[in-house]
């Protein structure tokens, strides 16, 4: 098994060799205060608050509450320090803002983080504003 690493400045990433839609990883990135750019290479997921962990079941679409915000509310009790997260995704040629305490969980809005449109898997890069420093986000196994 092949590992590829990446580490810096709070960005922790770790991934094998992929082959045919299969790939086996996970990352941490902590998120600093004001604006960062990240992106989860994650399809399906959703974050369990009774288990603290993550769901990889296959079916549950990973999107930005059920993966991200869900995990931050339960590991930190709050998501007042998240304010707003913006993404452009290139395959829908749409403009997506999550705005914390007003998008509905069944809003557009709350995108994919990956989108899967037959040929290609688009992992969707998105901007973050924190107010508080110190909050880590996992994905992956």
């Known amino acids: 098994m092949e590992i590829r690493t990446i580490s ?5 990433l770790w991934t094998d060799v992929c082959e045919e839609d299969e790939c086996i990883g996970s ?3 902590e998120l600093e205060l004001g604006w960062q750019l990240c992106a989860i290479p994650i399809q399906w997921g959703y974050w369990n608050s009774s288990t603290h962990a993550h769901v990889h079941d296959g079916s549950t679409v990973a999107k930005f509450e059920n993966y991200i915000l869900d995990q931050i509310e339960d590991l930190y ?17 749409a403009f997506y803002s999550y705005v914390v305490g007003s998008t509905p969980e069944t809003s557009p809005h709350n995108w994919q983080l990956v989108y899967d449109d037959g040929t290609f898997h688009e992992i969707s890069g998105f901007w973050i504003k924190t107010l508080t420093s110190g909050i880590v986000i996992t994905w992956g196994e």
């Open 77 to 93: 009790t709050t998501i007042s320090g998240i304010e707003v997260a913006n993404t452009y995704v290139g395959d829908v040629g």
């Open 27 to 29: 990352g941490s990135i």
């Open 8 to 12: 810096s400045a709070g960005y922790n």
